[in-house]
């Protein structure tokens, strides 16, 4: 009895000890290229500094995020083992960078009415259990419904530039999301951009959206204009392993320090408009 009291206590103290799962689910009103470096670099960020992570890919387009760090296309789907086609085992792969990798479906994004969405959902939430970060490269189906009910609960992060067009389009996606979804915290990644620069996006977007909307906007960072990024993804690669002291290299390690904070440590006032930038809207 003695013996089985010492192998309980240990077996909680275990699961105690391990970090809550963190998902984060990534839209973007950039280009799919602008989207998949950022996912891969900072998944293989994060790997290096000796996370699990997992990424979902939510797009089915043959130009999308598995294809273009080489994964093949015989990579069974989630989809798939809802349906029972093939067995979970095949569903992921372990990359060199140190991440692993999954994709949702092949043809059509899964909408909430799919006749097998309990059932993905299930695996789904037992996959992303075994990892400590999971990020998802988000698309919604044609009925405006995210593939899972968890992504729902998870972290929404919305990619972004500096330019007019781009705000407006976030603000446009913003208002999409927060009326499907509800009140709820949203955060922002700034591309093309200095850390001034992004905050000066956030501010402005932050403020029209809890003007506007009721909605809080989270600041999470910058990704620099830096070509060494599209060099090493049109190698598959992250910049970190081609080019680890490329100034993009180095903030992907900044951003990825502030994906294994606590849920709040993003959170930050609503900004005020500053001087150079307006929303537009």
Excluded: C, W
Excluded at 29 to 51: C, F, P, R, T, Y
Excluded at 156 to 168: D, G, L, N, P, R
Excluded at 187 to 209: F, G, H, K, P
Excluded at 221 to 243: L, S, Y
């Amino acid at each position: 009895m003695a013996s089985y009291d010492i192998d309980q206590a240990a077996g909680l103290r275990r699961m105690l000890e391990r970090p809550v799962p963190r998902l984060f689910t990534f839209f973007s009103v950039l280009g799919e290229e602008e989207k998949s470096a950022m996912l891969i670099n900072l998944a293989a960020s994060l790997s290096q500094a000796k996370h699990s992570v997992l990424v979902v890919d939510g797009d089915v387009a043959s130009t999308g995020l598995l294809t273009r760090i080489g994964l093949r296309h015989d990579v069974a789907t989630l989809q798939e083992v809802a349906r029972m086609e093939r067995p979970m085992v095949e569903a992921t792969r372990r990359l060199p960078e140190g991440f692993s990798m999954a994709r949702i479906a092949r043809r059509t994004v899964p909408s909430a009415t799919d006749p097998h969405a309990g059932r993905l959902a299930e695996i789904f939430d037992s996959l992303i259990e075994q990892a400590e970060i999971t990020l998802v490269n988000g698309v919604l189906a044609r009925d405006l419904s995210l593939p899972v009910p968890t992504m729902e609960m998870g972290e929404i992060v919305i990619q972004v530039s500096t330019t007019a067009s781009s705000i407006k389009s976030a603000y446009v996606l913003l208002k999409s999301l927060s009326d499907r979804i509800g009140r709820r915290p949203f955060s922002l990644i700034v591309n093309d951009a200095t850390e001034a620069e992004a905050r000066t996006v956030y501010a402005n977007m932050a403020q029209a959206a809890s003007r506007y909307l009721a909605a809080q906007l989270n600041f999470i960072g910058a990704i620099p204009a830096d070509d060494h990024i599209r060099r090493a993804t049109g190698q598959g690669r992250a910049v970190m392993d081609v080019f680890p002291f490329a100034g993009a290299a180095l903030a992907f390690q900044r951003l990825s320090k502030r994906f294994t904070e606590g849920p709040d440590a993003a959170r930050s006032a609503y900004g005020m408009a500053t001087d150079g930038a307006s929303l537009g809207v």
